[in-house]
């Protein structure tokens, strides 16, 4: 347990339906991250939250949308996905963000777009 | 533009010792991170280093050399639940973390 959750731990959509990923930090963090993990790529940095403002957006499709309603919860929404986006989700938070404190991560979200 | 070189696997035998090296070229440097990932799990932190130099824990050490762009990580007397991949991620100027690709590592016994 790190202290992240995400839901749900794994997720099937076709390519015309809408849903959505949720994340919850419990460690009192002000920087949340969206990150995409595809096989033996690095980690890909999708969104940065610092203190409930994006920060980063890294030329993320327009299919992917983030929410972040308050320091501890953060959404991604996702709408008319391709297969290529078929990937591990994962969420991460941390003290600060422009300081070097370590990120804790969720166990992620496996998403298969069919 | 920024690159983390990592090997992809690597196999050692329980007991022994591994090295897993990590080479950068960033632009800019606010520190470099390793974490481990077994499958099908989070990432979890294993260390940080932003100075030159050695940074021992139990059996796990990371060591720094900013001049040549290098770091690896050293487990020693590897234990099977040690097989896992583990990332390298150096924090850039503009303190973005640029991930590599993660090795890999089996141990046998």
């Known amino acids: 347990e790190t202290g992240v959750t995400q839901t749900p731990r794994h997720l099937v959509m076709g390519m015309t339906n809408k849903k959505s990923l949720k994340c919850e930090q419990h460690l009192g963090h002000n920087a949340m991250y969206w990150y995409k993990q595809s096989a033996k790529k690095p980690l890909e940095l999708m969104f940065v939250?610092?203190?409930?403002?994006?920060?980063e957006n890294n030329s993320v499709p327009s299919r992917f949308s983030p929410e972040c309603p308050n320091s501890s919860h953060l959404f991604l929404h996702l709408h008319t996905l391709q297969p290529e986006d078929s990937a591990l989700y994962l969420c991460?938070?941390?003290?600060?963000?422009?300081?070097?404190?370590?990120?804790?991560f969720g166990p992620g979200t496996r998403l298969t777009v069919t | 533009g920024q690159n983390i070189d990592q090997p992809t696997e690597m196999t050692a035998t329980e007991g022994a010792i591994v090295q897993i090296n990590c080479t950068y070229q960033?632009?800019?440097?606010?520190?470099l991170f390793w974490y481990q990932q077994h499958a099908g799990e989070a990432p979890t932190f294993l260390s940080y280093n932003v100075l030159d130099g050695l940074e021992e824990k139990g059996r796990f050490s990371s060591f720094l050399s900013r001049s040549k762009g290098y770091s690896y990580l050293l487990l020693k007397e590897l234990q099977m639940k040690d097989s896992a991949s583990y990332l390298c991620?150096?924090?850039?100027?503009?303190?973005?973390?640029?991930w590599g690709a993660g090795t890999k590592l089996i141990i046998k016994p």
């Open positions: 960033t632009s800019g440097f606010n520190g």
């Open positions: 991460a938070s941390s003290q600060e963000m422009d300081i070097s404190y370590e990120q804790y």
């Open positions: 991620a150096v924090r850039d100027s503009n303190y973005q973390l640029i």
């Open positions: 939250y610092n203190f409930k403002e994006q920060t």
